[in-house]
Every structure is written in C-alpha cells, then in structure tokens.
C-alpha cells in the first residue's frame, strides 16, 4: 500500500498489516466519523445514535459501504424493516443519520475512497450518494393522533384518576405511593409549564424563581428550563418560563414541601426535582414509562404520549386568550409557526368564539336600528313642529329641508 497522506491514514497506518481488514478499516471509518461529529460539538448520544445505524445497515447488507452490496436496493429493503415500527420522522432522522456517514465516508477530503481502492481495489462512489429518504416537504411530518392536544375530559380522567389510586397505595402501604405522588407532581409540570420529557426530567428545586410582578406565587412564580432541545452542534437552550396557572403551583408546593423530603430520609439531598427510589434522577424513558402507567389506569388511547400535554399546554394558552408571541416564548419556539403546529383549539372553542362574533354583529346591529330609530323620531318632531306652527300662522322654526 502507498503513502495516502490525509485523515485517513491517522486509522489505517500505511504498511501496517490487519488481521480482519475489511471489519476494522469499517471500524475505523465508523471512529473518523465520529470524531469528525464531535468536532462539530454534537452530543456523546447522537454520535452513538448516528454511528449504530451504520452497523445496522451493514448487518443488513451483509457487507462493507465501498463494495456493490451498498446500493440502491440496499437502502430501499433497509428502510422496508423500518417501514412500519418507526414513525415517518424517526424514518426520516435515520436515514439522515445514514447520509451523513456516506457523505464523509466519500468526500475526498478524508481520503477514505483512496485508502478503499488501495486496500479493496473498489469503492462504491455512486450508491453512496443515491440515498431514498422521506421527503420533508412540510415543516411537521409527525404522527397527527400520536402528538396532540387532550381534550378537557382527558385531562380530568388523566389526573382525576391519579388522586384516589395514591390514596388507595397508602391506605394499603404499598411502597408506590410515594412514586405515584411524585407522579402528579412530575405530570403536572409537563402539563402546567409546557415542558419537554427531559426539560421536566432534568429539573433541580433551584430552578424555581420569583417574580416581582406575581407575588402570589411566592417561590414558583417562574421556571428556569435548562435543557431545551438544542440546535444542531448547540449547546441545549436556555428559557424562563412564567407560571401561568394557579392550581399547578399548588401542586408543586405540596409536592415539595410533603413529598419530595420522603425520598431523602436516608440521604443527602441532590436538589434533584424529580428523585427515583434508587437515588437517581429520573430518566426520559421512565417518564415515558410512567405517563403510560397513569395512561393506562385513565383509559386513554395507548397512542397518547407524555408530549401531549405539552400540546395540551399551548392549546389552553391561545383558549386562554394569550398571546401568541408570549406562548412561543413560553416554550422556547423559534418560530410562531412552530408553535401553530401544537395549537389545535377545541370545537366548543371555535363554538363560542363563533358565538361572541354573532352576538357581537348582532348587538352592533340593533345598536344601529337604535341610532336610526331616534333619529328618525327627532324628524318626526321636526316635522310636527313646522306643521303646528303653520297652522297657527306662526312663522316656521329651524325647518328642515328634506331632498
């Protein structure tokens, strides 16, 4: 093999013999890629992510990216598995992910076509960047039943149902109670703040803020989210959200000054909001874990998911009259348009709205019949005194000419 100076030969050193080369120059282009993404700051999870596809696809072809099994029907049958467990955006995301390692897999700049002809003899060029991908041809390509608002009497069956079930743990002693009572509080969050899974799941007790203005809410009067979905190579955003509804504070206080202490009767307290009984924060997936439990005991469509209730939260904000620059701050859009996708106001919404504008036109045009009524009943008292006063040979006063 020659000297093939470039990225390349920092993992395959030239003139070194592999014991497996074709599974470790693999390996090796799986590691450049790694280090070329985290050197655009993307995250330790997303790396992993990006680079278990490629495995997954080698698995699939049963073969390396520079030979003919990476081709067009290749991705076609890769993404046939897919078709029908993942949801067109998650499609979509692995796909993207798989472009990405092709791409840099085949820019010149890395070398790796070169290495791949020395060592191979062959490298694929053109399958690698003939890639079929689910269009994005709209901003929201997500599930529409999957991601939406709960309805007023979802709500109330959601946490209408959570109260009596913790009461019945505790009559009975079982252990998950306190988990249970964590379980509204931890709902109630996502619900009453708009938050994200790993906004909620990430919270610490010093995150509450006061505000002059809401003196009512005492220490809850705003929250400090710390870890919203950061942009591609960002780090996460940062965003205050204000409290807008009372009953959710009373929630967070009781929980915190009743419930919370009880997981750390035996430890030091780590400010973590959201403690497990294993001493550790909770996970997203454990979020996801226990909204389906509460789900599940509410009778709800086992399609729903916790993120609903962020949906829920914006919904209620635009019913509630605010608005809309100060909900897409709320939870932390770049675009107003972003947040129209959440907002699906309920009929009885549009009903009444429709309502106030009726009664509105209504009241507007009795107004008018009104003014026209006294005006023409000024007229008529016009008229009747120029008639008295001709009849009574009294010169005319203020008549009024009519065309």
């Known amino acids: 093999m020659s000297t093939v100076p470039g990225v390349a030969t920092l993992h395959v050193v030239p003139g070194v013999s592999m014991l497996r080369p074709a599974e470790a120059v693999f390996e090796k282009t799986l590691q450049g890629f790694a280090d070329h993404q985290r050197a655009r700051r993307l995250s330790k999870d997303t790396v992993r992510q990006r680079l278990r596809i490629a495995r997954q696809v080698r698995v699939v072809a049963d073969g390396y990216p520079w030979e003919p099994a990476w081709n ?11 078709a029908d467990s993942v949801a067109d955006s ?10 990405l390692y092709l791409a ?12 791949c002809q ?22 929201y390509i997500g599930r529409p039943s999957g991601n939406r608002p709960l309805t007023r009497e979802e709500i109330r069956r959601l946490f209408g149902c959570m109260e009596p079930e913790i009461q019945r743990l505790r009559t009975e002693g079982h252990k998950g109670a306190l988990t249970a009572a964590r379980d509204l509080a931890l709902l ?6 708009g938050l994200r899974r790993r906004e909620a799941a990430r919270l610490e007790t010093h995150d509450w803020r006061r505000q002059a203005k809401l003196p009512e809410f005492g220490d809850h009067a705003a929250l400090a989210v710390r870890w919203g979905k950061p942009s591609a190579g960002q780090p996460p955003r940062r965003r205050m959200v204000i409290s807008v509804w009372p009953w959710a504070v009373q929630t967070v206080r009781v929980y915190l000054a009743n419930v919370r202490p009880l997981f750390y009767v035996d430890r030091e307290d780590d400010g973590v909001m959201f403690p497990t009984e294993r001493d550790e924060m909770i996970s997203e997936r454990a979020v996801n874990q226990r909204f389906q439990h509460w789900r599940e005991l509410a009778g709800l469509p086992d399609y729903l998911g ?17 608005d809309g620059q100060f909900v897409t701050d709320q939870v932390g859009h770049s675009h107003a348009a972003t947040t129209a996708i959440y907002t699906a106001v309920s009929s ?5 709205k429709v309502r106030e504008h009726l009664d509105a036109a209504e009241e507007a045009a009795l107004q008018r019949g009104f003014a026209m009524a006294e005006t023409e009943a000024e007229m008529d008292d016009d008229f009747s005194d120029d008639i008295t006063d001709h009849a009574s040979g009294e010169p005319a006063r203020g008549r009024r000419r009519v065309r």
């Open 72 to 82: 067009r029907g290749l991705f076609d049958r890769w993404s046939a598995m897919l």
């Open 90 to 99: 998650t499609m979509r995301k692995y796909q993207n992910d798989l472009a």
């Open 104 to 115: 840099y897999l085949s820019d010149p700049a890395y070398e790796w076509p070169q290495v």
């Open 118 to 139: 020395e060592l191979f003899g062959r490298f694929n060029s053109f399958a690698l960047r003939d890639l079929n991908a689910v269009r994005h041809a709209q901003e």
């Open 188 to 193: 109630t969050t996502l619900y009453g703040w």
């Open 306 to 322: 916790p993120h609903c209730l962020r949906h829920t939260y914006v919904t209620r904000l635009i019913e509630s009259g605010y």
């Open 348 to 352: 009885e919404f549009k009903n009444l």
